[in-house]
């Protein structure tokens, strides 16, 4: 039977319709999913994502997400048959410990020379990459506060005072990288008889160690205890949220890390691994980075974040990463010794 000329063009239209979609079936079966182990600020995730995949659509980014001690206890555990493929925005304290262990690649990252030095592992290739610098920070309620007749704190050592009692919480450094970055910056600061001396104060004061670096801010601006020890991202997006929070900056130092990223050693898809290393290193990923962070990797893009100081690097602590990495599991030991029974429940 012969086609008429409008059946045989309908057939082509469906044949080219069907081809297209089996072709789209393909590449979309050819799409590479990237296991990458995050602490990273859900806010922040999506961001991300999205961006990496629009710039590589051949590969699909599987987050697995927790706080920073979580995850950093889970790569440890999972040494001797790791799953991720990268680590992102993870606290380079623990980075570093991992590279310790003898677990990632060394990589530089395409524009890595674009970046601030200053942020990155010193060893070249680096074993990881900064893409922003995180900071202690006191979330104070002044509304809660002035009903407790509570003053406004200026310093660490204003927040070790009775008047404080049971009106503080603040991270618990095992699970948050927030929480180890109080504690071994306070160690450092002082150093460790007196650094342990000032924390069996504070803890008089302290009403619950709680498993995220973000909950002490949120409580303060909920009002459930009026003083938060927390960071400056949350801090900045509670009190940009409408809290009653002030933002306080210690005036002897604040702690600080950096999140970064890493390859691991043992991935079998280092290709599309060092792909990801070079977007989170990229101008873009760090223009994502400058929406919530004051000090970003790339130099130039950050913008004035409200309730941050301008000269807030001024203010970050001298900061031994290695140290802290290296005494990471001897601190954690002796603090939770002093101070577990005040953890909140897991």
């Known amino acids: 039977m012969t086609m008429k000329p409008s059946s045989r063009r309908l057939a082509a239209v469906l044949c080219a319709a069907a081809l297209g979609l089996a072709t789209s079936g393909a590449a979309w079966a050819q799409k590479t999913s990237l296991l990458v182990y995050t602490a990273l600020e859900t806010d922040a995730m999506k961001l991300y994502k999205d961006a990496f995949e629009k710039a590589n659509p051949d590969i699909e980014v599987k987050w697995v997400r927790d ?7 889970k790569l440890l555990a999972e040494k001797a048959n790791p799953q991720a ?7 380079a304290s623990s980075l570093a410990l991992l590279q310790q262990e003898g677990m990632l690649l060394p990589y530089e990252p395409k524009g890595f020379k674009e970046l601030n030095p200053a942020y990155s592992d010193a060893a070249r290739p680096p074993a990881w990459v900064g893409m922003d610098v995180w900071a202690a920070t006191i979330c104070f309620n002044r509304v809660e506060a ?30 948050s990288g927030t929480g180890y970055l109080d504690v071994s910056s306070w160690l450092q600061l002082w150093g460790e008889a ?8 504070l803890h008089q004061n302290i009403a619950q160690y709680v498993h995220s670096g973000s909950k002490p801010c949120k409580q303060a601006g909920a009002g459930e205890f009026p003083i938060g020890i927390s960071f400056e991202f ?19 130092g604040l702690g600080w890390d950096i999140e970064a990223t890493s390859l691991m050693k043992t991935s079998t898809k280092l290709e599309q691994a060092r792909r990801f290393a070079d977007w989170m290193a990229s101008k873009e990923a760090n223009q994502i980075s400058a929406r919530w962070w004051a000090v970003v990797a790339y130099p130039g893009v950050v913008s004035k974040l409200e309730g941050i100081p301008d000269n807030y690097e001024k203010l970050l602590a001298k900061n031994d990463l290695n140290w802290a990495a290296k005494n990471r599991e001897r601190i954690l030991a002796e603090w939770s010794k002093r101070y577990e029974g005040k953890a909140e429940p897991k």
């Open 194 to 201: 007196e650094g342990w001396k000032y924390m069996d104060a």
């Open 146 to 175: 002035q009903k407790l007749g509570l003053p406004k704190p200026e310093s660490w050592k204003d927040l070790a005072k009775p008047v404080y009692k049971g009106a503080i919480s603040m991270p618990h450094p095992a699970s």
């Open 85 to 91: 493929d990268v680590v992102a925005g993870l606290a």
């Open 67 to 73: 706080s920073t001690g979580i995850v950093t206890a």
């Open 234 to 252: 949350r801090a900045h997006q509670v009190k940009k949220s409408g809290a009653p929070v002030d933002l306080i900056f210690p005036k002897e």
